[in-house]
């Protein structure tokens, strides 16, 4: 009776130990193919653009309907220099661009246009190009804009002046961790309505 139960086990667990080979077997020899790497899909909203052009500020654009103003009151926890830093708000994407206004005359013209190249130099340590441009707009605005490749804070910069009595900056940030990869689409769909902040500015 007892060599009839050890005969039972032993032939259950090498019927066990069979079926477990075959299934490993199988799963061996099935195909797999690994997912490629990828973003999550990003719903971009109409194109649609408004005014932006209030009592007392010097200048006035175009900015999207999607984004809103919000007045920038403190500069790295400084006071600003005047009333009149902004920042256009893109809530559905975390991020903004600053905007920043100083009066020449009392700021050297020369002296603003150094600071502005050296604020884009800040960014050189992870970024694998930086191309700057001359422009003029459709209202004859001068101005430069900057264009910073890699896994930098901020890709996009410009400022605009009439060299006498005007100067603006303007740089796009992203509350997210600085990747290029990731980032790009955003950051093309918003440079679009950068560009045509700068295309549709005006002094005062």
Known sequence: MINERK????????SMVF?????????CNSSFTPKPKGY??????EKKYQLFEQDGYPYSFEYP???????DSTF???????PWWINVEFPEFNGRIYIS????GKNRF???VKHAFVLTGKHSAKAYSIDDSLMVTPNGINGMFFAVGGDVATANQFYLTDSARHFLRGAMYFDATPN????????RFILQDMKHLINTFRWK
């Open 76 to 82: 790295f926890g400084e006071t600003t220099e005047n």
């Open 110 to 112: 020369d002296t603003l």
């Open 101 to 104: 206004y100083k009066a020449i």
């Open 7 to 14: 005969k039972v086990m032993i032939y259950g667990t090498w």
């Open 65 to 71: 309907a999607y984004a809103k103003i919000v007045k």
């Open 19 to 27: 079926v477990l080979g075959i299934l490993i077997l199988q799963s």
């Open 40 to 45: 999550y899909k990003i719903h971009f909203p």
């Open 180 to 187: 290029a990869d990731s980032l790009g689409i955003v950051n």
